[in-house]
């Protein structure tokens, strides 16, 4: 049987309250993300998938660290943080945002909740924000405190995940409103719960409060979803880039800005609010992009495993951009992939050459998001 310490990378990777549990429930390797260890296997990925879209999986996500900001200046502070305009988010709500820096560069793709009137929790994916913010903070002149809290995520996920938080929390639960948090407490482990996740499934993230229950949160929610099937798992590759999600360092990154990834939504030019990177943004869009972030799909054999290298883009034999995530989608029964390309490659349809790691193979640009493009499952 796997054990605890058969896996280690050094005392510098931090071990999650649910790591025991994850071992113990079959995680047979780890990646880092965030200085920290996270589930990647669980045996078959193309069975964690189904049981994803099928069912409902709980996947051990504590590398999404939080940096909490808080103090009379902090709502103003957050704004500084971010091109999305928050100027009407509630108490008890979650916005998906970026962080840029003054070139207008991404810097994370985070989502903030909002615990209180100056109360912000920034969920991150992989970079050092809490140090950017520290040190933003160091010369802004606002009275705010930024510091990393004891809290650590779980992902439940999957069309039945409502069935199991009902099983756990009741009737109240199921009020909670997409992109929505709420205060809960299951039998004294304290928790905010929110409707979010990284699945483009129905499902809803559980920010643990209290480290030293990790293990017992596990198996609670471990035990209330066996009727309906739920099963241990990991964040899904091929579900995320079915729904387009992005992955930090590879879809995005400091270099890539929000123009670039057809993501305008998330910056408002016309606040009155300063932000950091406003007037590059303002730059960038006013003279248009270079490149595009497209869907593709890549013809030839399924692809064996999502790409771990940048594959090259080629037209008429002129590099025109990279692939930076692909993977066989069992569902279309396709070769999916997100790739930033040359603007003038970006138009639907446009036949493109990939680089993969068994060759060249054709390609062609199409619509993303590849599955339910409206996003009606998580919403629902």
């Not at 070139?103 to 903030?112: A, K």
């Not at 040190?135 to 009275?143: E, W």
């Not at 123009?259 to 003279?287: H, P, S």
């Amino acid at each position: 049987m796997t054990q605890s310490n058969d896996f280690g990378f050094g005392t510098q990777i931090r071990k999650s309250p649910y790591f025991d549990a994850t071992v113990r429930w079959g995680a047979q390797g780890f990646s880092v993300y965030n200085h920290m260890y996270i589930p990647r296997d669980f045996g078959d990925p193309v069975q964690n998938f189904w049981n994803l879209v099928n069912d409902a999986i709980l996947c051990d996500v504590a590398v999404e660290r939080q940096v909490e900001i808080t103090g009379p200046d902090a709502a103003k502070f957050t704004q500084m943080l971010t091109p999305r305009d928050l100027s009407k988010m509630a108490v008890g709500q979650c916005k998906y945002v970026l962080i840029t820096n003054a070139e207008g560069g991404i810097l994370n793709d985070p989502i903030l909740l909002r615990l209180d009137e100056n109360h912000f929790w920034i969920s991150l994916a992989d970079s050092d924000i809490l140090l950017w913010a520290q040190g933003v903070a160091v010369h802004s002149g606002m009275d705010v405190t930024i510091r990393e809290p004891d809290v650590s995520p779980l992902q439940l996920q999957g069309p039945k995940s409502g069935q199991v938080m009902h099983a756990l929390f009741g009737e109240s639960i199921m009020d909670l409103r997409y992109y929505w948090l709420r205060e809960v407490d299951l039998d004294g482990i304290p928790l905010i719960v929110s409707r979010t996740g990284w699945s483009s499934e129905l499902g809803y993230e559980l920010y643990l409060r209290d480290g030293a229950r990790g293990d017992e949160l596990w198996e609670r929610i471990m035990a209330a979803g066996a009727p309906f099937g739920l099963k241990p798992g990991h964040t899904s590759s091929i579900r995320r880039i079915e729904g387009a999600m992005l992955s930090y360092h590879a879809d995005a990154d400091i270099n890539t800005n929000p123009y670039e990834l057809g993501l305008d939504r998330l910056v408002n030019l016309d606040m009155e609010a300063d932000f950091i990177g406003k007037a590059a943004l303002r730059r960038i869009r006013d003279r248009g992009v270079s490149r595009k972030q497209v869907g593709l799909r890549i013809d030839g054999a399924p692809l064996k495993g999502p790409n771990t290298t940048f594959w090259t883009i080629t037209r008429g034999g002129d590099r025109v951009g990279k692939v930076t995530s692909a993977v066989y989608s069992p569902r279309l029964d396709q070769n999916i992939a997100l790739a930033m390309v040359s603007a003038d490659c970006a138009e639907l349809g446009t036949d493109l050459e990939v680089m993969t790691h068994e060759g060249a193979t054709g390609a062609t640009v199409v619509e993303r998001p590849f599955y339910d493009p409206k996003k009606k499952l998580a919403a629902s």
